[in-house]
C-alpha cells in the first residue's frame, strides 16, 4: 500500500495499484523460483519494504519536476520508471550470473550494506509519521512541521501507532513466537472496528473524514486496472533519465541481499551445497520479466521461506500452490483497503523501521572496530538527512577509504633475509660457500605481498630509504636488493613510479635491483616498463629480471664467486706484485682484494688502490682474504681451479688425487695425502653425456661421485608436497650417498644439456670393499657424506622457506 507515496495528493489513489502491482511481481518471482529457477524448491520470493525509499524518492522527484497539476504524466511516467528500475535490476542480476561474479559480490563489505539496512530504518520511522499524520508534502526539518506534528489530532494519529509499535517490542522481548505479530496486528483491526462499533455517532465514514482509515477504494475496479496507467503519450523519458542513479542505488541494494540471504537459508535448512551464481540468474529472470510486465522488483525472502518451509512446504508445487492462492486474493481486488485502519500499517511501518535501526546501530555496538560503526552512523545520517543514493555513495567513499587506510598501514614486506641465511641451492665447493656466507650481509632480500598500489608503496619507499641511510650503509653495506614479488597480487601507476624512486636511490649507491619471481611478460613486468624503469643503459644492466628468488640468489653469489676466483689467481701472481710499484700493482686484479692496510709484503694489501675506503669492496676482501688464507693444502685447489681455467700449474698431483684433495678441504680434518691417496684405487673415471640420467637415489645403490669439470644439474622431488626443484652441481664437489637412506626426498642427478662432463665415481661394490678394507678412510668418508647432507638440507629448507 505504501509502494507509492500515498501522503501526497497526486498519488493517495495509488494504494489499491500498489496492491495490484505487488501481486504481479509477487506471483511471477514464486513461479520462477518454484518452477525451477533457484535451486531451493520452496523459496519464497517477494518485494522487500525496504526499496520502498527508493520507490518514494523517484515518484517524488518525477512528481517536482513535472509539477503536481500534471497528474496523468506523473502517474504513468512514475509506474514506467518503477517498471524500468525492474529491468535494470534484472540485467544486472542476469549478468552476475552468467560471468560467475556470486561470490565477488559476496565481498562487498557488510557494514556498508548494514548502513544501508539502517537508512531505510530511519527511512521508515519517518514514512510512519507520514502515513499516520497523513502530512501533505513529506516532512520537512522546520519549525512549521513540528508545529503541523504536535497539533491535538495530528499528534495522536502519529503517536497511537508508535505506541502500539512499543507494546509490540516488548511483547517480542518476552515472546519470540512468529505468530506473535501477525496476531497482534488482527487483534488491533478487530479491536479497532469494535470501537468504532461501539461508539455512538462514530462510523467507518467518519473513521475515514478523520483520517483513522484508509480511502475506501472502488470496489469493481479490477486487478489490471493499474495498467490503464501505461499510456505512452502521457510518459516523459527524460524525466525517467534523470532517475538513472536512484534506479542503480536501487539495483545497488538489492544485489547486496542476494549473497546473504542465499547462504543464511541454505544453513538454516541443512541445504550443503548452493550456486550463489544460479540463483542470480533466478533473480535476472523474475526481476526482468515483472519489469516486462509492468511490475516492480522482487527478491528470495529469507525471513518469509524460513517460515513457509518450517510450515511443512517441502516441494516445487508448495510455491506453485502459494503462487496460485497468491492470485486469487489478487483477483478478488482492493476493496479490502477502506477498512483498514491506518494505525495498523502505521505501527507496522514503525516497526520494521525500528527493527531495522536496530539491526545497524544497536546490534552492531560494541561488535565492530569505531570506523566501521563511525561509517553505519554517517550512512544513516546521510540518507535520513539527504538523499539514498547520497548515502550508498557515500558509504562507497567510505569503503575505498577504510581499505586504503588497512592496506596502507599493514606493511607488503612480509619477510627480510640477507645472503648469510637465504641461499641458492647450487651446490658448491665449501670454501665457495664460506665465502657467500662471509659476504652475506650484501644480498638484501625483502618479500613483497597484498597489492602494490599508491597507499601501500610509501612504506616500501621508507623501508629501502632507512636500509641505505649513510650511518647504516656505512657499517652493513649492500651490492644486490632483491626484491621478490612471489606473493604481489598487482601493482598500479602510482607503486609502479614507486619503483623508479626506489631505482634512482640504488643507481646512487651504485648497488644492483633484483626483481624476482616475476616474468618478463607479466602485467607487473609490463606495468615497470611503462612507467620507464628501464631507461639507459645502466638501467638495463643493473636491473634484473629473474623467474625465481632462488635464479637471482645464484645470480648474485655468481658475481661474487668472480671476485673470489680473482683472488685465487691474484695468489699465484703474489710473488710478481711484491716487485712492482704502488702504481703498477693498481693493475693487477689483487688490487681489487685490499682493505687498505699498509703491509706492503702482503699479496693482498694495495693502499694506493682507487677502491680503499668503500665499504662494499672492504667487506668482501677480507671475506675473501679469510676464506683463502683458512685453507690448509690450498695450492691443490689452486691447481684444479687454474687447470679447469686452461692455467698452467706448477703441482706435480695427479688425478683423480688432486680432485679429491680439493673436494676435502672445509669437509674434512684429515689433510694430509696419504692419507687420501688410499681412497684414489677406489674411483673410476667417467664422462657423461649431456641430459645423461647418471644417479638416482631411490632406484642405484648407494654411490659417491666427485666432479671434475663440467655441470651436473639434479632435481629433488618431495612426494608428500607434490613439489619439485631443480639446480645444479659444481666442479670440484662431491654428491651422492655412502649409505642407504629412506629419506622421502628423491633426487635424480643428469648431465647438464649443454656439455660433457667428467665425473670420478665409487660405485656401491667400491664402497663395500673399502669398508671391508680400510674402515678408518670408509668412516671418514661417511663422515664428510654427512656433514655435506646436513648442509645441504639447510641450505635447501632455508631456500624453500624464504622463496614460499
Known amino acids: 500500500m505504501i509502494m507509492f507515496p500515498i501522503g501526497e495528493s497526486v498519488f493517495s489513489s ?14 511471477i518471482s514464486q513461479l520462477v523460483y518454484s518452477l525451477g529457477a533457484s535451486a531451493f524448491k520452496s523459496a519464497i520470493g517477494s518485494e522487500m519494504i525496504e526499496v520502498t525509499p527508493f520507490f518514494h524518492q523517484m515518484a517524488i522527484r518525477i512528481m517536482l519536476k513535472l509539477g503536481e497539476d500534471q497528474k496523468d504524466v506523473i ?88 505506541i502500539l509499535a512499543g507494546i509490540l517490542v516488548v511483547i517480542q522481548h518476552y515472546n519470540r513466537s512468529s505468530l506473535i505479530v501477525p496476531l497482534y496486528f488482527i487483534a488491533i483491526f478487530v479491536l479497532f472496528h469494535l470501537l468504532v462499533f461501539a461508539v455512538p455517532s462514530w462510523d467507518l465514514q467518519t473513521a475515514r473524514d478523520f483520517g483513522w482509515v484508509f480511502e475506501a477504494q472502488a470496489s469493481d475496479e479490477p486487478w489490471y486496472s493499474f495498467y490503464e496507467l501505461y499510456n505512452p503519450k502521457y510518459i516523459d523519458w527524460w524525466t525517467i533519465t534523470e532517475q538513472i542513479p536512484t534506479m542503480l542505488a536501487l539495483t545497488f541494494f538489492g544485489v547486496l541481499h542476494v549473497p546473504i540471504n542465499v547462504p543464511a537459508l541454505a544453513v538454516t535448512i541443512g541445504m550443503d551445497e548452493f550456486d550463489v551464481d544460479r540463483e542470480l540468474i533466478a533473480h535476472g529472470i523474475s526481476n526482468t520479466v515483472s519489469g516486462f510486465c509492468g511490475s516492480i522488483q522482487n527478491y528470495l525472502v529469507y525471513t518469509n521461506s524460513v517460515l513457509f518451509i518450517r510450515a511443512g512446504a517441502d516441494s516445487r508445487l508448495s510455491g506453485v500452490m502459494l503462487a496460485g492462492a497468491t492470485t486469487v486474493v489478487m ?166 613510479e614507486g619503483f623508479r624512486r626506489i631505482r634512482n636511490l640504488l643507481m646512487e649507491k651504485d648497488c644492483y635491483l633484483i626483481i624476482s619471481s616475476i616474468s618478463e611478460h607479466s602485467s607487473i613486468t609490463q606495468s615497470l616498463k611503462d612507467c620507464g624503469l628501464w631507461e639507459t643503459e645502466e638501467h638495463n644492466e643493473k636491473i634484473q629480471l629473474f623467474n625465481n628468488l632462488n635464479s637471482a640468489l645464484e645470480w648474485c653469489e655468481n658475481l661474487f664467486l668472480e671476485k673470489y676466483k680473482e683472488l685465487i689467481k691474484a695468489r699465484h701472481s703474489s710473488s710478481v706484485a711484491i716487485s712492482v710499484s704502488n702504481s703498477q700493482k693498481r693493475k693487477l686484479p689483487i688490487s681489487m682484494f685490499n682493505d687498505g692496510s699498509n703491509q706492503s ?126 639446480s645444479s652441481v659444481l666442479p670440484l664437489t662431491m654428491f651422492g650417498d655412502v649409505t642407504v637412506s629412506n629419506s622421502e626426498r628423491s633426487i635424480k642427478y643428469y648431465g647438464n644439456a649443454n656439455s660433457d662432463s667428467v665425473v670420478w665415481k665409487l660405485d656401491g661394490a667400491a664402497l663395500g670393499k673399502l669398508k671391508d678394507e680400510n674402515m678408518e678412510l670408509y668412516e671418514e668418508l661417511l663422515l664428510v657424506s654427512l656433514r655435506l647432507t646436513t648442509g645441504r638440507h639447510d641450505v635447501i629448507s632455508s631456500n624453500l622457506l624464504i622463496s614460499a
Open 14 to 27: 495509488m494504494g489499491a495499484s500498489g496492491l495490484s502491482m505487488f501481486y504481479v511481481s509477487t506471483v
Open 75 to 162: 502517474l504513468t511516467t512514475t509506474v514506467v520508471t518503477f517498471a524500468v528500475s525492474s529491468i535494470v535490476t534484472g540485467l544486472c542480476f542476469l549478468i552476475l550470473g552468467k560471468c560467475k561474479l556470486g561470490k565477488l559480490v559476496g565481498f562487498f563489505p557488510r557494514h556498508i550494506l548494514v548502513g544501508c539496512i539502517g537508512g531505510v530504518g530511519y527511512f521508515l520511522v519517518v514514512t510512519g509519521i507520514e502515513v499516520s499524520s497523513r502530512i501533505q508534502g513529506g516532512i520537512e526539518y522546520n519549525r512549521s512541521t513540528l508545529a503541523f506534528l504536535l497539533e491535538p489530532l495530528v499528534f495522536l494519529e502519529w503517536t497511537v501507532p508508535l
Open 331 to 496: 483477483l478478488v481486488g482492493p476493496g479490502i483497503i477502506g477498512y483498514i485502519p491506518v494505525c495498523v500499517v502505521g505501527a507496522l511501518i514503525y516497526l520494521l523501521g525500528y527493527e531495522l535501526l536496530k539491526e545497524a546501530l544497536f546490534d552492531t555496538a560494541g561488535k565492530l572496530r569505531k570506523f566501521e560503526y563511525a561509517t553505519i552512523v554517517i550512512i544513516v545520517i546521510t540518507m535520513g538527512a539527504w538523499d539514498f543514493v547520497y548515502g550508498i555513495l557515500v558509504g562507497i567513499l567510505l569503503a575505498c577509504v577504510s581499505f586504503v587506510v588497512e592496506a596502507s598501514s599493514k606493511p607488503i614486506v612480509s619477510g627480510i633475509y640477507t645472503g648469510e641465511y637465504a641461499r641458492s641451492i647450487v651446490i658448491r665447493h665449501p670454501k665457495q660457500h664460506e665465502f657467500l656466507r662471509n659476504v652475506g650481509k650484501q644480498t638484501y632480500i625483502m618479500k613483497l605481498h597484498g597489492s602494490l598500489f599508491f597507499g601501500s608503496i610509501g612504506g616500501l619507499e621508507e623501508q629501502v630509504r632507512s636500509r641505505f641511510d649513510h650511518s647504516r650503509f656505512d657499517v652493513e653495506p649492500i651490492k644486490y636488493l632483491i626484491l621478490d614479488m612471489n606473493n604481489v597480487l598487482g601493482i598500479d601507476f602510482s607503486a609502479a
Open 601 to 726: 709484503k702482503s699479496p693482498f694489501s694495495d693502499p694506493a688502490s682507487p677502491l680503499v675506503g668503500s665499504p662494499r669492496n672492504t667487506q668482501i676482501w677480507n671475506a675473501a682474504k679469510k676464506t683463502v688464507r683458512s685453507q690448509k693444502g690450498a695450492g691443490n685447489y689452486d691447481v684444479l681451479l687454474n687447470r679447469a681455467k686452461g692455467l698452467p700449474s706448477n703441482s706435480a698431483i695427479k688425478q683423480p688425487l688432486s680432485l679429491v684433495i680439493t673436494v676435502m678441504q672445509g669437509l674434512s680434518e684429515r689433510t694430509e695425502e696419504s692419507f687420501w691417496a688410499k681412497l684414489t684405487p677406489y674411483l673410476v673415471k667417467m664422462t657423461v653425456k649431456p641430459s645423461e640420467l647418471i644417479y638416482d637415489k631411490h632406484l642405484d645403490q648407494p654411490s659417491v661421485f666427485l666432479v671434475e669439470n663440467g655441470l651436473i644439474n639434479y632435481e629433488i622431488g618431495f612426494k608428500n608436497l607434490h613439489f619439485y626443484i631443480k
